[in-house]
């Protein structure tokens, strides 16, 4: 490992940020670009080294295609002699969730804020058809500003078949979707999964599915329902019930669907809840997130909608689950059309003139000859006065 002072790539080295089993994250300053950085080094060698800078590249090319406030911008990525792949990442100065929750310090209203926030950032990543695969507190920095922002996008996957071998697990098993464990292709609604197990986590301090051994944890998640702490009221487990369902089309199609009844269903003072459901209307990356207003069955002939007393004024369709909004379709922008002024009302503006009360704008006359009219004339005298003489021919022809 490098020490202080010395550089890994064009950076130089302040001191270390963390160290783990793969490698060490470091504090550093850009004498390009006078801005702090933070470099992650991972110990590897051989096809681990190949393999490891493959990561690193992945995740610099994903950052580059998200570019969202909540997500950690890649800077730079690269290889050092003598230290290995390195990745040169945007700095934030906080905490991980995971060191937060270890604390138990954060209010519920922050709490929400924070998975509002990743929501957004996991959003993003689907809409460009990316799967993380990896979302847990760890991989979840909290700015001391309050900005959560999601990192860690080197195990992420395109939805299309490549990637990983056939049968290769990547990811936090304890987080993990049970058809991730059984081998299945990670999807959106994988990802969604392991963003329910850290809310659960976040607001309760515990998990879904305990154990003291990673087989064990792997063994509850793929044989057992959640377990659900002593108190939570009937509709918070009743939303994460079905946010942790073994079947994915049994899950919310959304995390919006998961999110907002989450909040309906936590315990809160009404005040700290009608701030938080104001987070939701508030997002940098791709328009305001407005919730569903409350809808009358009877106000849509043969519609399939009514609204659910529990769901917090939120239309639900006819299995209980939040109704989506129809896409807002773009509005065509407004055209004014500048209408002709007759010719006497400007003649009376120059002059500084109003018309008199009750004056109105005189038709338009046409001059009664024209040249349209004048050629019309010729051709019925040509065609008709040859037609006239043979009448009057016939008519005074001597017997």
């Given amino acids: 490992m490098p020490e202080l002072g010395k550089t890994i790539g064009r950076y ?58 909540n997500i950690v911008t890649i800077y730079d990525v690269g290889e050092e002699p003598g230290v290995g792949p390195f990745l040169a990442m945007e700095y934030v100065e906080g905490s991980s969730l995971g060191q937060l929750i270890r604390e138990g310090t954060l209010e519920t209203e922050t709490k929400f804020a924070i998975l509002i926030q990743t929501m957004r950032a996991l959003r993003a990543a689907h809409m460009h058809a990316i799967v993380h695969r990896d979302i847990k507190p760890e991989n979840i920095l909290v700015a001391e500003n309050g900005r959560a922002m999601l990192m860690d996008f080197g195990i992420a996957k395109t939805m299309a078949p ?16 049970p ?75 959304t995390l919006m669907e998961f999110l907002v009844p989450l909040v309906d269903a936590w315990p809160m003072e009404p005040v700290a809840r009608d701030r938080v459901r104001e987070l939701f209307r508030h997002d940098d990356y791709a328009g305001d997130i407005q919730p569903l207003r409350r809808l009358r069955a009877s ?45 006497a009302l400007q003649h ?18 046409t001059p009664l000859l024209t040249p349209m009219r004048l050629v019309k004339w010729i051709l019925a005298v040509l065609i008709l006065g040859p037609l006239f003489w043979w009448v009057y021919s016939l008519l005074v022809r001597p017997n």
Avoid: C
Avoid at 16 to 34: I, S
Avoid at 232 to 245: I, N, P, W
């Fill in 162 to 177: 490549q990637s990983t071998h056939p049968g290769e697990f990547l990811g936090s098993p304890a987080y993990s979707a």
């Fill in 179 to 253: 058809e991730l464990l059984r081998g299945a292709e990670p999807t959106p609604s994988s990802d969604r999964y392991a963003f329910s197990v850290t809310a659960f986590e976040l607001l309760t301090g515990l998990m879904p599915h305990p154990g003291v051994t990673v087989a064990s944890v792997i063994t509850h998640i793929l044989m057992e329902p959640p377990v659900f702490p002593p108190g939570m009221s009937g509709d918070t487990a009743k939303v994460f019930r079905q946010a942790l369902a073994q079947d994915p089309d049994e899950r919310p199609l």
């Fill in 12 to 69: 130089l080295i302040d001191r270390p940020l963390g160290q783990g089993a793969m490698g060490t994250v470091y504090l550093a300053e850009d004498p390009l670009l006078k801005r702090r950085v933070a470099i992650k080094v991972v110990r590897a060698a051989g096809d681990e080294r190949i393999h490891a800078l493959s990561r690193f590249q992945r995740e610099a090319e994903i950052s580059a295609q998200l570019n969202h406030p």
């Fill in 348 to 365: 009376l503006s120059a002059q500084g003139r109003r018309p008199r009360p009750g004056w109105r704008p005189r038709p338009v006359e």
């Fill in 299 to 343: 106000s849509i002939p043969g519609s399939a909608f009514a609204t659910d007393p529990g769901s917090g004024g939120l239309a639900v369709d006819g299995r209980g689950a939040p109704a989506r909004p129809a896409p807002s379709l773009p509005q065509a922008p407004t055209v004014k059309i500048q209408l002709g002024e007759d010719p």
